[in-house]
């Protein structure tokens, strides 16, 4: 596992958006955060997910959330908008971006992929991961120190057989995030990194393995360090990497 030990207060005063927040490692690092301090903005499809994860932290103790119910799938240039807008009217500033939404699709060969099915993976795994990144990025830049973390895979890093839309996706997001990082560098006070979580206790691995032993990979609340190194103030200058969570 990535060896990071994060103390109590390391986010404390910090606005983070994370997307896909109500369930596996979106719903494990907005406890993470929340329990360090922040005020987590909780992003997601399915209010519910998202009003349970709302309750276990305020429940907690730690600073109140807000719950924002969004399909990235069928979002509106105008939706983005007016998130945009209500973040600054609430809070002033973002400080942190975390990019984990994302659908498996259909693995299988290429030749059996449809058209539109490619475009529903690419349209929620990088076309609204670039909207918001668009759109919240002068919200991010009136930070004191911003970091945009962006969600990879090993099939994003390395191209395998039969993972189609989600490993050409993973692939985009590593080339937006190094885009990214580049232009931000030594002019911007925002930051862009990368994680690949590995095999993680998810919905998602389940349904991509469902042969395999979900108990022989760690749950997500096992993989969040890296995670919290990267929102904090401790990877300050820390840009255009890619981090693996279980290394």
Request: aromatic share 8%; net charge negative.
């Amino acid at each position: 596992m990535f060896d990071y030990s994060a103390r109590p207060d390391l986010l404390k005063g910090r606005v983070i958006l994370v997307t896909g927040a109500g369930r596996g490692i979106g719903r494990a690092a907005s406890l993470a955060f929340a329990a360090h301090g922040a005020t987590v903005l909780l992003l997601g499809k399915t209010e519910d997910y998202l009003n349970e994860v709302y309750d276990l932290i305020v429940a907690a103790g730690h600073p109140e959330p807000v719950v924002i119910p969004l399909n990235l799938e069928t979002t509106l240039p105008h939706q983005y908008d007016e998130l945009a807008a209500m973040i600054e009217k609430e809070f002033g500033k973002l400080d942190g971006l975390l990019h984990n939404a994302s659908i498996l699709g259909l693995r299988s060969p290429i030749e059996q992929i449809s058209t539109d099915n490619f475009t529903r993976v690419m349209q929620v795994n990088v076309n609204a991961m670039f909207s918001l990144t668009h759109t919240l990025l002068p919200l991010l830049k009136l930070s004191e120190d911003a970091s945009v973390v962006f969600t990879s895979s090993s099939v994003g890093r390395k191209g395998r057989a039969y993972w189609g839309a989600y490993a050409v996706s993973k692939f985009a997001t590593e080339g937006l995030m190094q885009v990214l990082a580049d232009e931000c560098e030594d002019i911007t006070r925002v930051r862009a990194n990368s994680v690949n979580p590995g095999a993680t206790r998810t919905a998602m691995r389940a349904h991509a393995y469902p042969g395999e032993n979900a108990y022989n990979n760690p749950a997500p609340e096992d993989i969040m360090a890296v995670y919290l190194y990267l929102m904090g103030p401790d990877s300050k200058g820390v840009n255009g990497q890619a981090f693996n969570a279980q290394d």
